[in-house]
């Protein structure tokens, strides 16, 4: 089943939050290195929770080291981008500190709109 622009909703109306989401994140995911580095990091990070609850405790280090790098490169793509973490720019907003939802050369006409 095609979906047209005249089609009030998609096929599949509860895809709605997921597609929103997506959406949301490729807004402020432009960069494509951000978003290669991303691809690496973000999967990395999960594993990283993972082994730290499925290896033995002893062997702790793995699932934090793999957590830490994870986040790390993403840290490196949003610099590489130029806006702020999501974590960050969501407790920024939350203290009313000023943040960078959308790296400003990919939104030129107001850096300060997300």
Known sequence: MAMTLLDPQP???WTR???RFLWEWRRRHRNPFNVAIHLVG???AFLGVYWLFAFPW???????GAFVLGYLLQYIGHLAEGNDL???AAIK???GLPY???APRWNPDDPNRL
């Open 11 to 13: 096929p599949y109306p």
């Open 17 to 19: 939050p997921l597609r």
């Open 42 to 44: 973000i999967p990395l």
């Open 58 to 64: 002893e062997e702790w280090y793995w699932g934090v």
């Open 86 to 88: 999501g974590e960050w």
């Open 93 to 95: 907003r939350l203290l």
């Open 100 to 102: 960078v939802g959308i």
